[in-house]
């Protein structure tokens, strides 16, 4: 028997293919491919990535502090003596979290939202870990003193600074955004007048 | 013999909203005077480096040029007309902006003419960036928005028999789009009262010219009432919840909501550091 030609989604290629096209950004033709890719690779391969998936869903949770994805609670940066813990930068997803960490520029402690308030995606402040960053900040043992945004600088991640300014400010927390302007290697006749506003609004001594 | 598509056309727009497309790219949904809501891809438009994502920001009135695709149009050049940058700058004017935005993108239908449309969502993002007042401005638009897509609410006349209904002996019916009088309320299911100052309050809101209706002045009660029963209407009409409208009450009660949280109960303080 054909391996394609099972009892429908039975066959093994078969639900190979739908469990590949189930994955963000994978086509009908993507899917098939990558299908093929396994059947054709050694099997030490094969079971390799079955084992990674398998152990990625069972021994991956979330950090009770900081929502961060991690395979122990709490994770590896809330964990450390030598970070600075009065400052928490709240990002809306966990690779942000690498992509400030790659800079070295940041010493402190982190908060992952998980999200962005995105009302044309259905998505509210209910939706995100802000409830969690609350009572993080009201927990006077933290200290907790200054808080950065560092949500996307677009219209969603916007509304989620403003609307976490309107909530920790009355906390007596000082609640800073990252800086916007332009890009490494910009063109300025490209930027958009939000940008190159901000940019000019908060230009710096030059030397 | 056929008319050609032109492979390449220039149109104002207003954009709506924005999804991603694969790693790199975007579909964003503008509105045009001319061809109503459209979906364009911009390619590229998720690399930080991208000189048209800043031009297609939702709540952006922007320049587009669109080269004609086989399902969709592509972006080749965006220019912003007008950022609104006031929005950027108050939570209440910005989540405002966006229920104003998602108000148009649920109540419009793709290839449909919304050149009326258009015309209403502009002057209500110009009023409020300005400075106007949001809940004359909001009201004010989903008003003549119903109006200009076919869901005008009746507030004067019973939907059922079309007497004319007494301003203090109303009923009302989201899901209907109106009031009903004494008599027919109860052979409509859904029908509930309606303060009698609501409904003058709308009632005037939708007759006159939004320079007149810019000297009402109504207290916070009742401009609160009337937010309620417009976003109750916008929410059955849209078939859907309209989390927009949510967020502008969550956004204007967030500073209060903070005083009134409960201490951090047991299960809460088991899970902290």
């Known amino acids: 028997m054909n391996a394609f030609d099972g009892p429908g989604a039975e066959s093994p290629i078969t639900r190979l293919v739908e469990a590949f096209h189930r994955l963000p950004g994978i086509g009908p033709k993507s899917a098939q491919r990558l299908a093929y890719y396994i059947l054709r690779a050694p099997d030490a391969e094969a079971i390799a990535l079955a084992e990674a998936l398998i152990e990625v869903k069972r021994s991956v949770v979330l950090c009770a502090r900081c929502q961060d994805l991690t395979t122990q609670s709490p994770c590896r940066i809330c964990s450390d003596g030598a970070r600075d813990r009065v400052t928490i930068c709240v990002v809306e997803e966990p690779l942000d979290v690498r992509a400030i960490e790659r800079t070295g520029g940041f010493h402190g402690l982190y908060h992952v939202l998980h999200g962005v308030i995105s009302p044309a995606d259905g998505i509210g402040p209910e939706d995100l870990k802000i409830q969690e960053l609350l009572a993080r900040i009201r927990d006077i043992d933290t200290g907790v003193t200054e808080v950065i945004v560092a949500t996307n600088p677009n219209l969603e991640g916007e509304a989620t600074a403003m609307y976490l300014g309107r909530l920790l400010q009355p906390l007596g927390i000082r609640v800073t955004r990252l800086a916007r302007g332009l890009p490494a290697g910009a063109d300025l006749e490209y930027a958009d007048d939000v940008t190159l506003g901000r940019a000019l609004e908060f230009r710096q001594e030059v030397g | ?273």
């Open chain 2, 1 to 273: 013999m056929p008319t050609r598509i032109p492979r390449v056309t220039k149109t104002e727009a207003i954009v709506l909203r924005h999804r991603r497309l694969g790693d790199a790219d975007r579909i964003v949904t503008l509105l045009t005077p001319a061809r109503g809501k459209i979906d364009v891809v911009a390619k590229g438009a998720l690399r930080s480096r991208s000189r048209m994502a800043g031009h297609l920001e939702p709540l952006t009135r922007t320049e587009v040029v669109l080269a004609h695709g086989r399902s969709m149009d592509i972006v080749t050049q965006a220019q912003t007309v007008d950022a609104f940058t006031a929005l950027h700058r108050d939570l209440d004017r910005l989540s405002t902006g966006m229920y104003l935005l998602e108000a148009t993108d649920r109540l419009t239908f793709e290839e449909a003419d919304l050149h009326t449309v258009y015309d209403l969502l502009h002057a209500a993002l110009v009023r409020l960036a300005r400075g106007d007042g949001l809940q004359l401005v909001a009201r004010t638009f989903e008003l003549r928005l119903l109006d200009a897509t076919g869901f005008r609410p009746e507030w004067s006349q019973c939907l059922s028999c079309n007497a004319a209904v007494a301003a203090d002996d109303a009923a009302w019916s989201p899901t209907s789009g109106g009031v009903l009088c004494a008599t027919c309320r109860s052979s409509r299911g859904g029908a509930v009262p309606i303060d009698s100052k609501v409904l003058r309050v709308l009632r005037a809101f939708q007759a006159l010219p939004y320079e007149e209706a810019a000297r009402i002045r109504l207290e916070p009660e009742l401009s609160g009432h009337v937010e309620h029963v417009m976003h109750e209407l916008m929410q059955a009409l849209s078939e859907r919840e309209m989390k927009s409208a949510h967020f502008v009450a969550t956004a204007r009660r967030a500073a209060t909501r903070v005083a009134e949280l409960p201490d951090d109960d047991d299960d809460a303080a088991a899970t902290r550091w």
